[in-house]
Every structure is written in C-alpha cells, then in structure tokens.
C-alpha cells in the first residue's frame, strides 16, 4: 500500500465533493429541513416486542411489614401468568435490571406503600402498569381502597432523558450517515466514469486498493461530517426547546453519554463508505448507481430501525449484523449501559465488513470491465428482443411488493386463503406473465426457463426437503418468534381443526409460492440483477427481496437464508425448475411437521439433538448441492 | 527523480503490441495486431470508426489485457507501475477533473507519478508557455473551452516525461488554430526522442505528421508504411484513396476464420 497515493487521492475527491452544490445541499441543507419518519416496519417490531413483554411474568418483591403484606401477596400469587413473586429485592435490584418491581410496605403508616419501578426500562414500566390493574381489580366499583400508593421511578432523571433520546437519536445518526454516503459514493465511482476522468486515473501508477481506499476515506469523512453536522443541529434543536419550556421540563438530557454515543458516527461512517463504493463501482452510469444503492440504503435502514424500536441486547449475533449494531452501540452508549464485548463485537463486524467492501470495491473497479464496451450480443434466430436488466427487476419488485401491500393484503385480512391465491396467482404469477409479454420477450425467456436434468431436480428436492432444519433452528437461534405471534401464524396457514384438508393446504402453502414466487424471485428478478452483478451479489440482493417482500420481521432471517438457497439452484442447475422444486419441498416439510404437531417437539429437544439436527441438515443440504453442481451443462467444445 | 523521458540508452521499441488480440464477448475489436515503435518516431493509426484503434491504444495504456498476445511499453508488460511511469496517455475524452484547476490536476496526478511539489512547480512552469496555459491554471477545469482543455490534458500526460505518448484522436474536436498547435507539439516531442502513437481519421492530418502509418480494418492491420509507401503499394495519389482499395481488398479476401 502507497500511504501518499491514498492521501493524494482522498484530498482529491474531498476537495470536488466540496466544490459540488448537490453534495453540499445533501449534507448541510436537507437534513436541517426534513427528518425521515419510521414506517409500517418500526411499528410492527415495537408491536412484536410488546407482546414477547406481555408474554414474561414481571418479577416483584415486597419490603417491610406494613399494610396487610399477606393479602398483597396473595393478590399476586393469584396472577401467575402477570407476576413472579421473589423473596425479596432492593432497589439496587430494580436499578440493575434484576427485578421489575419493588413495593415498599411502611410499617404504622396508615397503609402507604411506595412502588419503586424503572421508568428507562420496558419490563419495569409494564410491571407497573400490571400492579395497577390488579389493585382496581381488586376493589368492587365504588369501594376505595384501604390504603395509598406512592410511585417512584429509581432512574435518575438523565437515565431518562437518555432513554426517550435513545429511542430517536441512534437511528437519526445511522440515516444521517447513510444520506451523506449516499451521493459522494456514486460521484466518485459511477460519476467518474461518466465525465470520462476513469481512464486517465487508471492509467497512472496508482494501485487500485490504494486508489479506492482514497475514494473510501473521501466518502466516510463527508458522510461523518453529514453525520454531525446533523447531530449538532439536532442538539441545537433540542436546547431551544429545553430553554422555551424551562418551566416543564421533566428530563434532563444526559450530554455527556450522548457525545460519546455520537462517536459510532465515525465507525458507521467508514462501512456505508465502503459499501456504497463497491456498489458504485459496480454501475455504468449516475442513475444506475443511484438505482442499485437505493435498495441497499433500505436494506440497512430496516435493521438500524428494529435495533431503534425494540429492546434488542447488542450480544450474540446481533451484535454482527450491519446497522443494527451501530443503532444498539449507540443507544447502550446514551442510556449508559454499554459493554465492552458488545463494543468490540460491534467495532469488529464494522471492519471486517468495510475491509471486504474494500476489496470488493478495488476487484470491481477495474478497466478491464469498466473501460471495455458493453459486450455486444449477436441474436440468435428466433431469440427474444430483449432480455431483463436489473432496472426492470427493480421496477417489478416495486410493482409486486405495491400489489401485495395496497390490494392483495386486505383481501387476505378478510379471507386469508383466497387472498393468498389471488395474491400469488394474480399479483406474482400474472405480473411476470404480463412482464414477458410486454417487454418483447417471451414468458420462458422472463423466467429464464429451460428443461433442467433429472439430477438437478432430485438435487434440488433432496436441499430443499433438508434445509429447513437447519434455516428454522438458526433463525431461531437469532431472533425468535414469539409464541403467540407462532400460534397465529400456525393456525392461519396449517389449521389443524379440520377446516382445510391436507392436500389443499400443500396446495396453498407449498404447490402456489413454490410456482409463483420463483417465477418472480428466481425469475426475472434474479435475471435482471445479474446483468448487473455477480453470481453472489445478484443471488443475496434477490434474497433480501425475497425476504423484505414476506413483510415480516421474524420471517426475515429464514425467507433470506431460503432465498439464497433457491437463488444459488437456479444459478447453478441453469434453470428455474429445480428452485420450484425445492421451494416446494421445504414448504412441504415444514405443512407436514405441523400437521403431524411434530414441530411443537423441536422446541422441547435438548442442545444437542439440536446441533446434530443442524449438522444433518447441512450435510444433506450440501449433498443436494452437489448433485446440482454435477449435473451442470458443460459448454459446448 | 529519474525523469521517465529520458531514453537515451535505451535500446529497441518503446511500445510494442505483440501478436496482440482482443475479444468482447463474441466481438473480435483487435485481430493478432504486432506494432513496433521506437524512440523518435510519430506512428499514426488509422481507421474508421469501430476498427479497434481506441482497443488497440488502450492495451498498450495498460487499460485492457489483450486476450493473446502481449503489450509492453520501454520494455516492461504494459499492466504494470513501472511501465504506467513511462507512459502519457491522452484519451479521447479530456478526462479532466471538472471541479479542480488545471494547476490541482497537474499537481495530483504528477505525486502520483512521484514528482516532488518542486520538481512540478518547475515542470509546470516549463510546460505552461509552449501549451499557452498561463492565464488559466487557477480556473476551474469545467469552465475551460475544448481547446483548452486539450492544452490542459496535454499538460497532465507529458507532466513526468514519458518515453511513450499515447495520443487517442487528440485533435478531435479541436478547431483550426488548436489543430495545427497539436500537431507542432507532437512534432517537438518526436524531436526530444520520444515514441509517439496516436489515432486518428483525418487521413490529412496522418500524411502531414506521421513516420509510419497502420491501416486498422474490422480489428486487423492490413497495410504498414510511411505515406509514400502505402501509396507507392496501392498505386494512388492519396491516402484516401489508398485506404478505400486496401479496405475493398481486406473485405474481399477476409476469412474470419482465420482472424484469431
């Protein structure tokens, strides 16, 4: 590495980003005037985090003899599913996060109890909310009761404050520094090419990792500086307001922690930097640039916004997840509760990722692909017009995700399985049809359909009927499904009262998706994004559609983790087949373990049966591949 | 800082395409193509638009690989730092950073071919009166008109004194006055001993300035020669017409089997 080229050309891109009026509007201008709002995706986390609350009995202890301790006891002892009664506590205990509620009972005092809860803290404020309904239930309508109740929060004031920032400010500094990575990026890669600069530079001495890590720390210093000038803003904002309502202020804002909590700015900045510049680099021109990261921009706002909304602890895998971490690093930092494995595990996803950002973008961003003319493809007689780009599978994931959202939703809120039929039948199968017609293609050459070989479809059978174990006990692992929220789901799509036979449940959970998502997903969507894109990048972006479109948080995981299955069978069997198939055959399993209630059992198995369940799965999974990979068309000599 | 141009002491061709071929896909832009050009010599490559002169020139730049063949430039595999040091490469487009000065440009792209802030003081102060660029290094590239930008890019390519100048179509564009100034500076730089390629399709231009000139069609080079030679071959009084029957004779007598 040349440490003076990289100097040279960071100074460079930094001085003609700040000469250029859009990137100096996006950074200073917009975010002074609009905010982004949170959307649908924020509210349903916060309401799936809610009811795992409700599902945890709160932990209470009683203190002191006064009022009638027995009587409250039993009160509480009569709620089971509400409350668990510990033998004693301190308010040490409730600041800790060790017990919910603490009800101090003072002796020869005209039966006055004081309720010390956690007003920072979701589990204690329910805890308190619950103690109030059992004390109204526990008088008759009319009757007052026999003794008063003191409440008393045992977090400080600036806890507080730093809990109501905690909840907007982290995912202010994550889409902050995402918009001001957003523009720089494209300008120094795809903007490059496009004023006609690329081949000069890439035709001087100069390394291509040294060239783009430049680019890089050009990118990542304007998205910081985006960042706080932003934060800065936000806090000015905020002081104004504090002075105008002096007289009922109830927090205090806890400046201390939030400067330190502003510092993930920079470390969020270096990997959206690197990210959105391998992106870039991928793009011929500004648009396409700019049509590429606008998915990516959303991918990584939706998990900065779940760590926002829900009470996520930054441990185990989601301290690795991009976006989430930083969102949860920066509210641990605010609140004052951050640890030093959450921190580093954070700290160490961030440069792992930027790194390989990095390195992609330096692979990407070479003459030989982005200074030789488009590869012109002579037709074959009878060969459609066009093919798919990856603008047109763009567009279609709008228009179906559209559908789905405004038409077909509320059809399946009314009757769940003509709405699903419709929805997959009409609004994915009918779309693609409709896209193959008008696009001068034909619908096998939108779908990229061809006769797959017979070892490509027992292959993708064999994967398909073995992944599921290991995608459900891993999502499981990450982010688990409440019960209710499983229960729901459970009798909405595999009722087990008789109502809907067997064969037409396999008909509407497994036969239709496996036909009418593929024809979409493995379709032209995966088609288009790989004009663009490289088998791996084609096949993930795919995937987290394919994920995104099922709009559900907890189904994200495990609907990726299929889609980068059946994106990767299509790729390698040359063929849309085998994905149905194995679509198909995972959905199958999972309608006949619950139509067995065999699925009920995996909750009960030990660690281990689990890991050799995992461990199986994969193996079967990886034969499955292999059977794919052998049966591949060797080109022609 | 051993100044790139020096070439004294350097023995045989300074840029060389060897049996060199290029394919896009299933497109063939450049067909076993072998140039030899030595220090002191101005090499003009001609050809209409899409015979593989702008594929040609960039594979010696080091942009493109040949796909057979090879590309060396002062010797060394034309994808490498050490011959990049060695080369000035003038694109078809200027290739200028809109939002720097010329003086910026020069001054970023001459540490990167390792030249001292002094050694491009001097080197600019040199360059500015032959290019004519003393009233406009502290203007903002994007504000410039064609010609000066040319004069600019000119700047930027010979700022570390290559041994090889790769010119692609560089009085492109350019009116009268910023034609005849182009030509004047390829010829001094022939003077100072160094190779000079450049494309072009102004057959005029190529007669007036070149040692030796290759005809490009569909990819191959069907004829080498100084201008008198290639009309002594053809038997025509111009260049133009010298192409149109060597072009004729390509297309008649041209097996595309044979082309790799």
């Known amino acids: 590495m040349n440490l003076r080229h990289v100097f040279l050309t960071f100074g460079k891109e930094l001085r003609e980003a700040l000469r250029d009026r859009r990137t100096l509007a996006i950074m200073i201008l917009l975010p002074l005037v609009i905010y982004p709002l949170l959307s649908m995706l924020a509210a349903q986390v916060a309401t799936g985090r809610e009811k795992q609350r409700e599902e945890r009995p709160s932990t209470i202890a009683l203190t002191g003899t006064g009022f009638d301790r027995d009587a409250l006891a039993t009160q509480i002892l009569a709620n089971p599913t509400l409350f668990v009664l510990l033998p004693s506590g301190t308010p040490a205990d409730v600041e800790h996060g060790r017990l919910d509620l603490l009800v101090e009972l003072a002796p020869n005092n005209g039966g006055k109890l004081t309720v010390l809860y956690d007003a920072s803290r979701d589990e204690s404020r329910t805890a308190e909310d619950r103690l109030d309904s059992v004390f109204a239930k526990s008088f008759p309508d009319g009757c007052a009761p026999t003794f008063s109740a003191r409440k008393r929060s045992v977090a400080p004031q600036a806890v507080l404050g730093g809990y109501l920032l905690s909840k907007a400010l982290p995912l202010f500094v994550v889409l902050m520094v995402l918009l001001g990575a957003f523009y720089p990026a494209i300008d120094v890669t795809a903007g490059e090419r496009e004023r006609g600069t690329l081949e000069t530079v890439l035709c001087s001495p100069i390394q ?99 760590g926002a909304i829900g009470e996520y602890p930054l441990a185990g895998i989601v301290a690795w997840i991009p976006g989430m971490n930083i969102t949860l690093l920066a509210r641990d930092l605010l609140v004052g509760r951050a640890t030093w494995s959450g921190g580093l595990a954070t700290m160490a996803s961030i440069l792992l990722l930027s790194v390989a950002a990095l390195a992609a973008a330096a692979r990407i961003y070479d003459s030989e692909r982005l200074v030789a003319p488009p590869p012109r493809r002579q037709r074959a007689a009878g060969a459609p017009a066009r093919t798919t780009s990856a603008g047109d599978a763009l567009v279609l994931f709008a228009l179906a995700f559209l559908l789905l959202y405004f038409v077909f939703l509320p059809i399946e809120q009314r009757h769940l399985a003509s709405g699903l039929l419709v929805a997959e039948w009409v609004g994915l199968f009918g779309l693609v049809w409709l896209f193959g017609r008008t696009s001068g293609q034909t619908f096998k050459s939108a779908l990229g359909y061809s006769r797959p070989r017979p070892r490509a479809v027992l292959g993708a059978a064999l994967a398909g009927c073995s992944a599921w174990a290991a995608v459900a006990i891993f999502s499981e692992w990450v982010l688990p499904v409440p019960k209710q929220l499983l229960e729901e789901l459970r009798k909405s799509l595999i009722p087990l009262d008789g109502s809907r036979g067997f064969v037409a449940t396999l008909l509407l959970v497994a036969v239709t998706p496996a036909i009418c998502e593929e024809c979409l997903f493995r379709g032209p969507i995966l088609h288009g994004l790989r004009t663009r894109l490289d088998s791996v990048a084609a096949v993930v972006i795919t995937a987290a559609l394919f994920g995104l479109f099922h709009m559900d948080v907890y189904r994200l995981i495990p609907t990726m983790m299929l889609g980068v299955l059946l994106g990767f069978i299509a790729l390698e069997s040359g063929s849309i087949v085998p994905a149905m198939v194995a679509h198909f055959c995972n959905n199958a399993m999972l309608v006949t373990l619950a139509s067995l209630r065999l699925d009920r059992r995996l909750e009960t198995l030990s660690h281990r049966t689990l890991t050799l369940i995992v461990i199986a799965s994969i193996v079967l999974t990886t034969a499955g591949i292999a059977l794919i990979r052998g049966a591949r068309r060797r080109p022609e000599v | 800082m051993e100044m790139a141009g020096k070439v004294e002491g350097m023995l045989g061709p300074l840029a060389v395409l060897d049996s060199a071929s290029k394919s896009f896909g299933d497109v063939l832009a450049v067909a076993r193509l072998s140039l030899s050009i030595p220090g002191g ?141 182009m030509r004047d500076f390829i010829r001094a730089e022939r003077a100072r001993g160094k190779a000079v390629l450049f494309s072009t399709h102004y057959l005029a231009e190529a007669e007036l300035l070149c040692d030796r000139i290759g005809f490009l069609h569909r990819g191959r080079l069907i004829a080498e020669g100084s201008p008198t030679e290639i009309r002594a071959q053809t038997g025509k009084s111009t260049l133009e017409e010298a192409f149109l029957a060597l072009a004729q004779n390509a297309e008649e007598t041209e097996d595309p089997g044979d082309l790799l």
Request: glycine fraction near 10%; proline fraction near 4%; include cysteine.
């Open chain 1, 208 to 306: 291509r990792f040294d060239l783009m890590l430049g680019k890089v720390l050009a990118v990542a210093t304007l998205a910081a500086l985006t960042g706080v000038l932003n934060l800065a803003s936000m806090a000015i904002t905020l002081m104004q307001i504090l002075r105008l309502a002096a007289q009922n202020v109830v927090v205090d804002i806890p400046w201390g922690h939030a400067l330190l909590s502003s510092l993930v700015i920079f470390p969020a900045s270096l990997l959206f930097a690197a990210a959105f510049v391998a992106l870039g680099a991928t793009a011929r021109t500004f648009k396409e640039a700019q049509t590429l990261l606008l998915p990516v921009y959303f991918l990584t706002v939706a998990p900065a916004m779940a």
């Open chain 2, 41 to 181: 010599e101005i090499y003009g490559l001609l050809g209409p638009n899409g015979a593989g002169k702008t594929t040609a020139l960039r594979m010696l730049a080091g942009l493109l690989g040949p796909s057979l063949g090879s590309a060396r430039v002062a010797g060394q595999d034309a994808n490498t730092s050490a011959a990049k040091r060695r080369l000035g490469y003038l694109s078809g487009s200027t290739g200028l950073f809109g939002r720097l000065t010329p003086r910026e440009v020069l001054d970023y792209f001459g540490q990167i071919h390792g030249l001292s802030r002094v050694e491009i003081g001097q080197r600019v102060a040199a360059l500015a009166p032959a290019l004519a660029l003393e009233g406009i290094l502290d203007r903002r590239c994007e504000a410039l008109s064609t010609g000066e930008r040319q004069r600019v890019s000119i700047a930027r390519a010979v700022l570390h004194d290559p041994a090889v100048l790769i010119l692609d179509e560089p009085t492109s564009g350019l009116d009268v006055l910023a034609s005849r100034f």
